[in-house]
C-alpha cells in the first residue's frame, strides 16, 4: 500500500469515528489487530472486540479534532484531541500497518494541565 493510500485510509478512519460509524472507524484494522491502552494495562484483542468495546462506550465523544498526521512505511502517527463530557483528551494513536491494515495500534491519552506561571517568560500561548 503506498504512503498516499495509508494517509487516504487515516483521513477515512479518523472521520468515521468522529460520525460515530463504527463500521467504517473498524474497516482499517486487520482481523487479528492488537490495540493497548498502556495508561490503563488494557490490551485489546482482534478488531471485533475492538469495535465492540468503543461501541458500548457510555461517554460516546462530542467532539473530535486531528491536529496532525505523520508516518512513513508502515508506522504512523495521529496527534488528536476527543472531547468526553465537555473535557478535552489529548490523544496520540501509533498505528502499525501491514497489507494495508492495522496490526497494532497504541493510544496515549492525556488530560489538561495549568502551565506554572514561574515558566510564563519563556512559553506562547497556544489557540
Known amino acids: ?3 498516499d493510500q495509508i494517509h487516504d485510509a487515516l483521513d477515512a478512519h479518523w472521520k468515521a469515528s468522529a460520525d460515530g460509524d463504527v463500521d467504517a472507524e473498524h474497516a482499517i484494522y486487520a482481523d487479528d489487530a ?3 491502552y498502556p495508561q490503563s494495562g488494557e490490551r485489546i484483542l ?3 472486540n475492538l469495535q465492540a468495546l468503543r461501541s458500548h462506550h457510555p461517554g460516546k465523544p462530542s467532539g473530535f479534532n486531528v491536529r496532525r ?3 512513513s512505511g508502515d508506522l504512523w502517527i495521529t ?3 476527543i472531547t468526553y463530557q465537555g473535557k478535552p483528551a489529548y490523544t496520540v494513536s501509533i498505528m502499525e ?3 494495508g491494515k492495522v496490526v497494532h495500534e497504541t493510544q ?3 488530560d489538561p494541565f495549568e502551565a506554572p506561571a514561574w515558566r510564563s517568560q519563556w512559553v ?3 489557540a
Open 34 to 36: 492488537i490495540c493497548d
Open 79 to 81: 496527534e488528536y484531541t
Open 69 to 71: 498526521i505523520v508516518g
Open 108 to 110: 496515549y491519552f492525556a
Open 124 to 126: 506562547q500561548r497556544m
Open 97 to 99: 500497518f501491514r497489507d
Open 1 to 3: 500500500m503506498q504512503e
Open 46 to 48: 482482534g478488531r471485533k
